[in-house]
């Protein structure tokens, strides 16, 4: 059965990205075992991410100039960009530009997931949003050893813990992996 995950690294002090939007604060932190994440993006037929997080990673990755990237990071995959604003996408890439209330989309996305989960990339708005609507399924956090003074937050909403139920808890490397299941209507 197909399931709505959101899955992110964070900061100890619950921050998804630095003031500068930046995830490069991430990379000073040595990466799980690599099988962790091949594993998760076997299971995974669609990816979900908001515009400045799609924008993020086409500057970091120089995904524009070197579209021949684009499957190494996500291969064959569908992406869904929720935007409001017209955004370039790598050539050969299948990147689907929506706007609106995700409900709206939602139809297309599980479509184009198939019988595979739908990873919800980030940002934290665009998950609570999925979250708002009660969509999504899974919460996988990968909490690195390290603060940040500001920036973009994991969840910019409050979540009672009635809605989040711990279903495992993992060292992977420097990173303490939670698995939340969301619970629809709270316990």
Known sequence: MTRIIFSTATSINGFIADEHNSLEWLFAVEPPPPEHHE???????????GSTT????????????????????YGERPTFVFTSRD????EGA????????????????REAAGARDIWVVGGGDLAGQFLSAGLLDEIQLAVAPAALTGGAP??????????????????QGQFAVLTYDVERGGR
């Open 39 to 49: 594993r998760f993006l076997d299971s995974v037929g669609v990816l979900v991410e």
């Open 54 to 73: 799609y924008a993020w990673v086409l500057a970091f990755e120089g995904l524009i100039e070197d579209p021949g990237k684009w499957p190494t990071l």
């Open 87 to 90: 955004l370039p996408i790598p």
């Open 94 to 109: 299948d990147v689907r530009l929506v706007s609106g209330d995700v409900r709206a989309s939602i139809d297309r996305i």
């Open 154 to 171: 994991l969840l910019p909403l409050r979540v009672g813990a009635d809605r989040l139920v711990l279903r495992t808890v993992e060292q």
